[in-house]
T-cell receptor, first 110, second 109 residues
Framework: NAGVTQTPKFQVLKTGQSMTLQCAQD?????MYWYRQDPGMGLRLIYY???????DKGEVPNGYNVSRLNKREFSLRLESAAPSQTSVYFC?????????FGPGTRLTVL | EDQVTQSPEALRLQEGESSSLNCSYT??????LFWYRQDPGKGPEFLFT?????EEKEKERLKATLTKKESFLHITAPKPEDSATYLC??????????WGAGTKLIIKP
């Protein structure tokens, strides 16, 4: 039982490049989330998916897209990376409002 | 605007020195108050959920309490392994979590 896994762990991009962050959970949870965490700020919700086939915007969705591929997988795509997207990205799933987090992806955009 | 504020930003204690972390919130229709622990380089790990004022929950050296305006995380006789960043979050009326910035706790042996 791996819980929530994320790939890659680290990534450096140049401005304008695109990439997809992958997330998978093996706990059979319906809801999944993408957050970003910046120094001195709380976690901010980018997108979430309440169930397979549905996605909704969170607090800071601009510049991102998501895909809920199936119940296990929820990916986050940056179409044209900007330095303001330098952050640590966390994926989470939840059961009865308790969220389980992955180890994070540290992204730097130059 | 819904907001969760944690204080202090950082707290250094000697091993065995008890203290409290504060989480004040202005979240409309609060449906729950959550505490998480985050170790460096890792994702947050769930500790407690509190649903109503007056509620208390304990786990080892940690006890979380809730009033109508704030929550406290009390740490009794802490050990170095309790060093981490502690996050609180309020569950709003739309079932979204509003997160505080965290308190970084350092316990010196």
């Amino acid at each position: 039982n791996a819980g929530v896994t994320q790939t890659p762990k680290f990534q450096v991009l140049k401005t304008g490049q695109s990439m997809t962050l992958q997330c998978a959970q093996d706990m059979n949870h319906n809801s999944m989330y993408w957050y970003r965490q910046d120094p001195g700020m709380g976690l901010r919700l980018i997108y979430y998916s309440a169930s397979e086939g549905t996605t909704d915007k969170g607090e800071v969705p601009n510049g991102y897209n998501v895909s809920r591929l199936n119940k296990r997988e929820f990916s986050l795509r940056l179409e044209s990376a900007a330095p303001s997207q330098t952050s640590v990205y966390f994926c989470a799933s939840d059961l009865y409002n308790e969220q389980f987090f992955g180890p994070g992806t540290r992204l730097t955009v130059l | 605007e819904d907001q969760v504020t944690q204080s202090p930003e950082a707290l250094r204690l000697q091993e065995g020195e008890s203290s409290s972390l504060n989480c004040s919130y202005t979240v409309s229709g609060l449906r729950g108050l959550f505490w998480y622990r985050q170790d460096p380089g890792k994702g947050p790990e769930f500790l407690f959920t509190l649903y109503s004022a007056g509620e208390e929950k304990e786990k080892e050296r940690l006890k979380a309490t809730l009033t109508k305006k704030e929550s406290f995380l009390h740490i009794t006789a802490p050990k170095p392994e309790d060093s981490a960043t502690y996050l609180c979050a309020g569950f709003d009326s739309n079932y979204q979590l509003i997160w505080g910035a965290g308190t970084k706790l350092i316990i010196k042996p």
